[in-house]
């Protein structure tokens, strides 16, 4: 035994014993695709997907991806420098255009798109100001640029949607350049960004910019699913805008937005893009004719979505249950102890509801949650069903 194995025993002794126990509730194995899916033979509605339009398992989203592995073969065996096609090149040409950019840069994954555009653009002039809740793929992004030799930026950090907060960081900031990283709604908590808060003091702010992670807000925020920045009227005062596939868009792959010069910069310079594999063009395939169905019918589509999250949220409040601060289509239901929220999700899981626990360290003590995420593909009994359960446990396990 070396003292890798030494350490991995010590750090596990906290999942060992919840695997003893047989409430481990991560890494279940989906046996189909979709919303309404199996777990060891049993029918499954998973409440915790990020399938927010339904549309993954669209027939016609299918169809794309099997035309395309018939003519490209599910990979291209390198990087986006010797393996480029068509089919890249055209989707970044369309959603640059529907999103109102004038460059697109497809990663494979959206945290590597995060990651490589911050190491791209961050150096020692460079103060990066990161609200306190950033998701992970900007603290390590962040965290890598802070370790590169010779670039080296001041790293900060502002309250929770706090402008007042964010504006004495500036202030009071060591270097000449500032970028600021906030997310359109934030995953864990399901609360929006005050971004037209947060762009004013950008604005007033000398050599400063705005980075917008806005991968829970596309195809959910704004009248076309176009994100935070439709919803707010806020078009061309966020310079860069970082999406992904891996939600509305039924796949995976990351989205950077920008200007033609940035754009052209980080993709001749972010390591994540130039050494990681191209983005397989069945997945392109299906995230273009994901974006057919948003530009023919992308309103019906988001107003679905909100009605039933409304459906969703009264039926929860007027359970009892907690949301947090949560204004969106993620409603933390929140249980506020470890083992409540272990207990409660396998309650669930066993009468075919799945909502994933979310626990510390991926939140802090006492903020113990599942991760009810609300979709345009659940039905109202799939709702009425998780409610009725929600109540009964909730009640059982004293979380109401």
């Known amino acids: 035994m070396s003292w890798i194995d030494d350490k991995a025993t010590e750090e596990l002794k906290r999942i060992r014993e919840v695997e003893a126990r047989q409430i481990y509730p991560y890494f279940r194995q989906f046996e189909s695709g979709g919303l309404h899916t199996t777990i060891d033979g049993r029918p499954i509605v998973n409440f915790s997907s990020n399938d927010y339009l339904g549309l993954t398992t669209h027939p016609a989203v299918k169809a794309a991806s099997i035309a395309a592995v018939e003519k490209f073969s599910c990979g291209l065996s390198s990087s986006r420098v010797q393996a480029t ?110 971004l037209a808060e947060l762009v004013e003091v950008c604005e007033a702010s000398e050599r400063t910019v705005l980075l917008c992670d806005d991968a829970h807000g596309t195809g959910t925020l704004g009248k076309g ?19 992904t596939f891996s939600k509305t868009f039924g796949g995976i792959g990351g989205i950077l937005l920008g200007s033609r010069d940035v754009v052209d910069h980080v993709k001749h310079t972010a390591r994540s893009f130039l050494f990681s594999a191209s983005l397989p063009v069945p997945i392109v395939a299906a995230a273009s004719t994901v974006l057919d169905m948003l530009e023919a019918k992308g309103e019906s589509l988001v107003a ?26 993620i409603m933390p239901v929140m249980c506020r102890d470890e083992k409540k929220a272990l207990f409660l999700h396998v309650a669930l899981i ?51």
Not at 227 to 237: A, D, F, M, P, S
Not at 372 to 382: C, I, K, M, P, S
């Open 304 to 329: 679905e979505l909100h009605e039933k999250a409304a459906y969703m949220r009264k039926g929860l409040l007027d359970r009892g249950f907690d949301l947090g601060k949560s204004d969106s289509h």
């Open 85 to 194: 096609t068509t089919a890249h090149v055209e989707l970044e040409a369309r959603l640059a255009a529907w999103f109102g950019f004038e460059r697109c840069l497809l990663f494979t994954t959206g945290y590597q798109a995060m990651v490589g555009t911050i190491m791209s653009l961050a150096d020692r002039d460079t103060t990066l100001v990161l609200d306190r809740l950033a998701h992970a793929c900007m603290l390590d992004g962040t965290f890598l640029a802070a370790g590169t030799p010779m670039r080296q930026p001041e790293v900060r950090f502002f309250n929770h949607n706090s402008a007042r907060s964010l504006a004495r960081v500036l202030r009071t900031r060591e270097r000449k350049n500032a970028m600021v990283l906030v997310e359109g709604i934030y995953s864990l908590d399901g609360d929006e960004s005050p």
């Open 350 to 400: 066993e009468n075919g509801v799945m909502m994933v626990p979310i626990t510390y360290p991926g939140v802090q003590e006492g903020e113990e949650r599942l991760r009810l995420n609300v979709t345009r593909g659940h039905t109202y009994e799939d709702m009425d069903r998780a409610l009725a359960l929600l109540e009964e446990y909730g009640k059982a396990f004293m979380i109401v």
């Open 225 to 243: 699913g176009r994100g935070i920045i439709e919803k707010y009227g806020l078009e061309g005062r966020v310079p860069i805008v970082i999406s």
